[in-house]
């Protein structure tokens, strides 16, 4: 009886291991199709199968009909690890640029996305600052920051986006007025700002009324596109922040619209 529990638990070990390999070939690739998978691991298509279901039930990946995808769609965000390594010269851009806007001694709200991030790794240029954000991985990178007050909002904890977010966080966040709220959003149009996901929506909505001046930071990507859901109309940004790999067209389509667009010259010293 002894021995089929003792094999059991490298075929476990096994399963778990290649699940996290596979996952993190999908999230360097971007997309990848069944049979790349299953010739790359050596496994059978149906497994793949059967792991990219679990992948996808953890919101590491999302599957489609041939392969699997960690890129965002209209209807799914892209997990955390994914949005980490995407256009990161842009949002470094950005955030030089949005940090410039930020005057010393004033309160600052940051959202759950990687542009914000961006941003938090500048906060102590412009410190004192009082910062308050849902972001695990903003907090931890800010709590030891010289200059900075630091108000971490509680809520439920999703793994997918490394925050906290639900009915909790979005009364804490109510509870709040601050000069300045920087978020970014999936997806902008001519019009509205957009995302995927209702929960992290509830959580945006909240922050922009709890500040008095409210920027959008958005790369390239996102513009002429939508989502699931709208989080706010253009209008209520006092000022968006884009990548200067945005085209041309794209930039003046949102300035016909707004009368505070400012583009962030990727590469700039």
Same mark, same amino acid.
């Given at each position: ?21 596979? +996952? ?78 930020? %005057? ?47 108000? +971490? ?16 966080? @979005? ?64 209008? +209520?940004?006092?000022?968006? @922040? ?6 041309? %067209? ?20």
């Amino acid at each position: 009886m002894g021995v089929p529990q003792v094999k059991s638990r490298p075929r476990a070990a096994s399963g778990a291991t290649r699940r996290q390999a596979m +996952a993190e070939h999908v999230l360097r690739q971007g997309s990848v199709s069944m049979a790349e998978l299953a010739e790359t691991f050596g496994v059978s298509v149906m497994t793949v199968h059967r792991d990219l279901d679990q992948l996808e039930s953890q919101g590491m990946v999302r599957k489609y009909r041939g392969g699997a995808s960690a890129q965002a769609s209209s209807i799914f965000e892209s997990n955390i690890a994914y949005r980490k390594t995407a256009q990161t010269a842009e949002k470094e851009a950005i955030a030089r640029h949005v940090v410039s806007l930020i %005057e010393p001694g004033s309160s600052v709200i940051l959202d759950d996305s990687t542009t914000a991030l961006a941003v938090a790794h500048h906060l102590g240029e412009v410190a004192p600052l009082t910062v308050v954000t849902n972001f695990l991985e903003a907090i931890k990178l800010l709590a030891p920051m010289p200059g900075i007050r630091l108000m +971490a909002l509680g809520g439920e904890y999703y793994p997918t986006h490394d925050s906290f977010l639900g009915v909790a966080c @979005v009364d804490a966040v109510e509870a709040m007025n601050t000069d300045t709220v920087v978020v970014s959003t999936s997806a902008i149009s001519d019009r509205h700002a957009f995302h995927q996901e209702q929960e992290i929506v509830l959580v945006k909505r909240a922050m922009l009324a709890a500040g008095t001046r409210c920027i959008l930071a958005v790369d390239h990507t996102k513009l002429d596109r939508v989502a699931l859901h709208r989080v706010a109309p253009l209008d +209520a940004f006092d000022v968006i @922040v884009v990548d200067s790999h945005a085209s041309s %067209e794209a930039i003046q389509r949102l300035r016909d619209r707004h009368h505070h667009v400012d583009v962030a010259e990727v590469g700039e010293a």
